[in-house]
């Protein structure tokens, strides 16, 4: 059984730019190198808004285990970082799927 962690974030227009260069430059090579994702996808959500961009990270758990580490240990210190980089100006949730086999 694999979980899947998934994160969706929504900021303006103007900093989007921004909130990408930080996810594929910081926040996938940092998981990356823990070793506890089997899989790792970043989309832009298809949806016209009004105001804003929406994004989707999505990290590929193998085992309940290595999620549980990436939760206890690594979730809050990530999701500081963009915040203390865009602050107010980032919105975002997480939900957490288990894949039907």
Known sequence: ???VYNTT????DEIAAGLIKSI????IP???AKGLC???LFTRVIVHEEEGRSFSL???????????????????????V???LFG???LHFSTTLEEIE
């Open 58 to 80: 999505q990290l590929v758990f193998p085992s309940e285990e290595d999620y549980a580490i990436f939760i206890d240990i690594y979730k809050d210190k990530l999701l500081g």
């Open 24 to 27: 594929k430059e910081f926040y």
């Open 38 to 40: 089997c899989d790792i």
């Open 9 to 12: 974030f929504h900021v303006d």
């Open 88 to 90: 107010q100006n980032l």
């Open 1 to 3: 059984m694999r979980l």
């Open 82 to 84: 963009l915040i203390e």
């Open 30 to 32: 940092y998981v990356k």
